[in-house]
């Protein structure tokens, strides 16, 4: 049977410290409830005694959430923990998260203090938790630039003093995965009790070395992992959740499983970027847009022929319906044809080799090849029976006049009209479509691209909108930029609305 490894996620807590990252009591359990769903065991909910705010969201946290454990943090400081447990108190399950500095970096420069003293305010701060909670995690801080010898007596007296689980933070980012492996091994085998607590990881990625240390931690006996979505966290971020889920979902043969639901990971990667404004990075390992994508004409026949040959993951294990097929310079005929077929065009060989001599001029000019470049190439134009069609557009702006639009649609054939201001002309067409398309859309990317050059060219706009947790990608070119946004907006609503 395989070793549960418990989900520890402080997304709420070390991940809401990115500055411009802050979010209200009310984003905070919406975020909650979606850890829920995911399948995380414990949730660190905040730092209570911080301010006001923190301790609101935890107690509010502890109500609208029932299976994963609520979490509070604190300093080893016997009011940090009195907030913490008046914070939790409507918990169903509750732990109180303390510790102290153990590095002599710490003891000596933050704490001024004595290797003797840190052990026995640790002891204390404790035995204090666990009059309170059952359940009381104690952290090392900087555990990895400690000493394991005398990390080793730390953990054997906070155990000792009533721990149910000793974390050991990479708190800087500074341990090697062999250095943070080899330290997690240290403690299990020379901590006497080490068999009455659960050793969690914490480690940040100052050196990208995040996601190698908690592996290496788990693969030496670790068995809580304490992970942010997307691996947000303060300075590199922490450790990503998705990261080490997929991991282990891969490699079976570690015989160490999560209760992650890896089929929500998406959705909540979508909701964590989109409320705390941190786009995820196209090339983020498990969540980036282009983690499934395949550009080389080599990658991409492979891929059609069999999937495994280029991917370890199947998308739709993250919640993705499939992998992408991008289509550059270095695409190959049986990735073009892939696409024509996906589009419903079907053409023998010598079409298809005119089209992708044709194709090949077009990509050494162009960043972006989408479907309407590729039907224009087959000399198809595409099918304007949509279900939402932009009928007028008309946009009054200037310096000292508010912008204003006026937008007319046909939907299924019936007229509807609305208008809006805004802080500019796109953003006022866009309410004024909203008006009329009322459902909970989100804009997540805006790129504008121009075609020619000169001040008459043509400018295509590429817009991705989130609607309904699934992301849509939308389409529109036109001499006028306000009405080709209008026009990727409606391309991206067509390709749900039709669904």
């Known amino acids: 049977m395989a070793d549960k490894l418990f989900i520890f996620d402080t997304t709420l807590r070390d991940g809401e410290q990115v500055p411009g990252c802050q979010l209200n009591t009310v984003e905070k359990i919406q975020v ?3 850890l829920e769903a995911l399948g995380v065991d414990v949730i660190e909910a905040g730092f209570p005694v911080s301010s006001p ?34 914070a939790l108190q409507y918990a169903h399950k509750k732990r109180i998260h303390t510790g102290i500095g153990t590095s002599d970096y710490h003891i000596k420069y933050k704490f001024n203090s004595t290797r003797e003293e840190i052990i026995e305010r640790a002891i204390a701060a404790t035995k204090y938790a666990k009059k309170y909670v059952e359940d009381v995690e104690f952290y090392c801080e900087d555990a990895g630039r400690t000493d394991n010898e005398y990390l080793a007596r730390v953990v054997e007296a906070v155990i000792k003093a ?30 006497s009790n080490i068999d009455k607590a659960i050793i969690s990881t914490h480690c940040h990625n100052d050196l990208g070395m995040a996601t190698a240390n908690t592996m290496s931690g788990i693969i030496n006996g670790a068995r809580q992992v304490e992970v942010t979505v997307n691996g947000v966290g303060e300075r590199a971020g922490n450790t990503a959740l998705e990261e080490i889920a997929m991991i282990l979902k891969c490699h079976k043969h570690l015989n160490v499983d999560t209760q992650i639901n890896t089929q929500k ?5 979508r909701l964590i970027s989109n409320l705390m404004n941190m786009p995820v990075q196209a090339n983020k390992a498990i969540v980036g847009r282009n983690a499934f994508a395949h550009s080389s004409g080599i990658h991409q026949d492979g891929v059609l022929k069999n999937m495994q040959t280029y991917e370890i993951m ?34 023998d060989e010598n079409k298809l080799d005119k089209i992708y001599k044709d194709f ?8 972006d090849i989408h479907d309407d470049d590729i039907l224009v190439l087959a000399g198809i134009e595409r099918v304007s029976g949509k279900r939402i069609q932009l009928n007028y557009l008309q946009v009054t702006s200037g310096k000292g006049v508010k912008p204003l639009a006026y937008i007319g649609l046909i939907i299924a054939g019936e007229h509807f009209e609305a208008s809006a201001g805004g802080n500019g002309p796109v953003d006022a067409a866009i309410k004024a479509l909203k008006l009329i398309i009322s459902r909970e859309m989100t804009l997540q990317e805006f790129t504008i691209q121009s075609i020619n050059k000169g001040s008459d060219d043509m400018g295509k706009v590429h817009m991705q909108v989130l609607y309904d947790g699934k992301v849509y990608y939308g389409f529109g070119a036109n001499t006028d930029i306000v009405v080709a946004s209008v026009e990727a907006y409606i391309d991206a609503i067509n390709k749900f609305v039709e669904k």
Do not use: Q
């Not at 149910?164 to 492996?181: A, F, K, Q």
């Not at 499939?322 to 024509?340: E, F, K, P, Q, Y």
């Open 314 to 347: 199947n998308p739709k294990d993250i919640g993705i319906d499939d992998n992408s097929i991008v289509l550059t310079a270095r695409s190959g005929r049986a990735a073009l044809n892939h696409r024509l077929n996906i589009l419903g065009v079907d053409v």
């Open 360 to 367: 090949l001029d077009l990509a050494d000019k162009k960043k």
């Open 162 to 191: 009533g721990a149910t689980v000793v974390n050991i933070p990479d708190t800087t980012g500074y341990c090697l995965p062999s250095e943070y492996g080899e330290k997690i091994k240290y403690l299990m085998e020379h901590v």
């Open 32 to 34: 909650a409830k979606a």
């Open 53 to 86: 705010g923190d301790f609101n969201s935890v107690v509010e946290i502890s109500k609208a959430v029932t299976w994963p454990t609520i979490c509070a943090l604190t300093r080893s400081v016997e009011k940090d923990i009195d907030a913490a447990a008046e």
């Open 265 to 269: 990971i998406i959705s909540v990667s």
